[in-house]
């Protein structure tokens, strides 16, 4: 019978917690008091379950030492082997529970989300392809009831979009959406194709969650500014003042250009938020091994081979090939019903991490403030 991992950890640490809330100036930080407090209820009922496990774990040895036992009464003997089965649900269910308590929490999961999507092989069908991902991704957070902010755009001739960056805005907006990074694939005909043919092309998808200035600290010194005429179609009133806003981080070499408002400074704001999350993004993609160490290869170079999901249209057929997951229902998917894929891979996340954990040594989070061809 598997063992949990230890318990020793989560209960120093519901210790520290609760003599930390015993402390007079606790609610002098209202927001770190909500953090601690919401932790201090999760190890409660952690450690509650685990000691219930240990009680099952023991009914069930008790139980099969009588069954086992000739010398024991037949009639209990049955009871004891009748009580195995329910008890041994009892304890798989808790189990499961300790085990995904234990898993430490993204500290990110909660935040807005900052989405850059960018066509990739494929020329003028791939910028149509990205802006029928935008789509998808407006109407998956309209059902949401999240909201969505434009930050930047650049337009193809035929209508799709070379890029488009945006802010969503909601309750777990990255827990739900940050398994999208990646290469995107369709296969179709596209509408500039007078022969019919199926043609393959790539869109990058990019998911950062947003970072607030005490996450990243940036020095001004650090940044070069450069304001220009934006450009666009049609002679808007946009593009007849100085106010697109172009950010370069020497450090990192990352370069932001915002030009959908009118405003200079709302545009230099806009830039600075997709900063700061490209910057706490690339961060922590070289805080974990098991991710890149640089924002580029999170969504990789857009080349056919490096897809993380494909759209056959021809074959009403998406696939995601991280978990294998085929669906034959791409009009829906298109059209926003997205929650099968991000279940399915938010599943393979906890199953990959169960495994990790019971293999390993675990010390608790800390509350923090603020296939087919």
Request: one cysteine or more.
């Amino acid at each position: 019978m598997d063992e949990l991992p230890d318990l020793a950890p989560f209960q120093r640490r519901y210790d520290e917690l609760g003599a930390n809330m015993a402390e007079p100036s606790f609610y002098a930080n209202p927001r770190r008091a909500a953090d601690v407090t919401r932790e201090h209820q999760k190890l409660s009922q952690l450690i509650a379950d685990h000691h219930a496990h240990e009680r099952i774990v023991r009914e069930i040895a008790e139980a099969q030492a009588f069954d086992r036992d000739p010398g024991a009464d037949a009639e209990l003997r049955e009871l004891a082997a009748a009580e195995l089965p329910e008890l041994e649900r009892r304890r798989v269910a808790l189990r499961q529970a300790v085990l995904l308590a234990m898993i430490p929490p993204d500290p990110t999961d909660s935040r807005n989300t900052v989405m850059e999507i960018r066509a990739g092989t494929g020329g003028d069908e791939a910028s149509l392809f990205a802006a029928e991902l935008f789509r998808l991704y407006s109407k998956y957070a309209d059902a949401r009831g999240w909201k969505i902010q434009p930050m930047s755009s650049s337009m193809s001739e035929r209508g799709g979009y070379k890029e488009v960056i945006f802010l969503i805005t909601g309750s777990d907006v990255y827990k739900q959406l940050k398994f999208e990074s990646g290469v995107h694939r369709v296969q179709r005909v596209p509408v500039t194709e007078a022969n019919g043919r199926i043609h393959t092309s790539t869109v990058t998808v990019a998911v950062l969650p947003e970072a607030e200035e005490v996450d990243v600290q940036i020095d001004p010194q650090d940044l070069e500014i450069t304001v220009t005429r934006a450009s666009g179609p049609g002679g808007q009133g946009v593009n007849t003042t100085d106010s697109a806003v172009q950010i370069l981080h020497r450090p990192t070499g990352l370069i932001v250009l915002c030009a959908d408002e009118r405003s200079q400074l709302k545009n230099k704001a806009k830039a600075m938020t997709v900063l700061r999350s490209r910057l706490l993004k690339r961060r922590e993609d070289e805080e974990h091994a098991k991710y890149a160490a640089t924002r580029r290869s999170q969504i990789g170079s857009g080349d056919r081979s490096e897809r993380i999901r494909t759209y056959n249209f021809p074959q009403n057929r998406l696939t995601d090939h991280r978990i294998g997951l085929t669906l034959y229902s791409l009009p829906q998917v298109m059209e926003g019903n997205i929650e099968a894929i991000i279940t399915g891979l938010q599943k393979a996340d906890y199953e990959e991490k169960l495994a990790a954990l019971t293999g390993h040594d675990f010390t608790p989070a800390r509350a923090t403030v603020g296939d087919d061809d």
